[in-house]
């Protein structure tokens, strides 16, 4: 517990009861610059790639970049506007190392729950001004939990790249719902969509923005219920989220291609 950034006793017993951490300045004004300027570059390399055909997935519109090992999102209610990116470590160089800074690698530990971690994947999330779209409300082991038996570990460190408000389609969490367990109130009962939760079964009173400057850092765990609404400002709202697990487990990536090469009647 000597290394520097590692959370406070006041911040693991915030982390246990609420779910979730928010460190205000992580990162200066010049340091979120410069991680937007690799956004915006990984975006344009993915654009100037052959394009695919779209896939309507539950509540996204997702485009497969096979040959590059990455999904470009599509925002469902403006189809030329890209919604996120992920992964992408292995694509740019300037995320990658981002992902190994201290400032993230280090409280990840804790929130992890040991010493030894490493990357799972990792997601930018654009939120173009008045035409950034909804996240689903959603926990993220759902989404996990068919790809490794450590989704229950995995968590996110979040980093607002722009300031975030409720106007502009900030994180939004429902604190303590962590300890709830996976919830099974789903829009649908199989298939991708499943993953998502109703929000008509769900106390949407229990949601808290989380408001903050460019630079703030939000970790949470795989059960944290959370979402984020229309940018509906004329300020963009970019996110740039790394997901820890423990160490010697394949990455998101490593699994999805070892899915991808199984037999159809195998991938379940």
């Known amino acids: 517990m000597s290394e520097p950034f590692r959370l406070s006793r006041e911040e693991r017993n915030r982390l246990n009861e609420d779910g979730f951490v928010l460190r205000d300045a992580v990162f200066a004004p010049a340091e979120c610059m410069q991680m937007a300027e690799a956004v915006e570059a990984l975006e344009r390399d993915l654009l100037a ?16 970049q096979r040959e590059l090992g990455a999904v470009v999102k599509w925002e469902p209610e403006n189809p030329d506007v890209v919604q996120a990116l992920e992964p992408f470590a292995h694509l740019s160089k300037p995320l990658h190392d981002w992902a190994h800074d201290p400032r993230l690698w280090n409280p990840s530990k804790d929130v992890v729950g040991q010493d030894e971690i490493g990357l799972f994947t990792e997601k930018v ?112 709202c970019r996110a740039l989220l790394y997901s820890y697990q423990p160490d010697g487990y394949p990455t998101g990536l490593e699994l999805n291609r070892l899915l991808a090469k199984r037999p159809p009647q195998q991938r379940t």
């Open 125 to 236: 999330t654009m939120k173009r001004a008045r035409t950034g779209g909804t996240i689903v409300l959603h926990q993220d082991y759902p989404y996990w939990r068919p790809l490794t038996k450590v989704a229950h570990k995995i968590m996110t460190a979040m980093i607002y790249l722009d300031d975030a408000a409720a106007e502009n389609g900030c994180l939004e969490v429902a604190p303590g719902s962590h300890r709830d367990g996976m919830i099974m109130d789903r829009v649908t009962t199989e298939g991708f969509g499943a993953n998502e939760m109703d929000p008509a079964k769900f106390d949407l009173a229990r949601l808290v923005p989380i408001e903050a400057k460019a630079g703030a850092v939000i970790f949470f765990g795989a059960f944290l219920v959370h979402r984020s609404l229309t940018n509906k400002s004329d300020r963009q």
């Open 49 to 64: 790639a052959r394009r695919h055909a779209r896939h309507v997935v539950g509540s996204y519109v997702f485009e497969l």
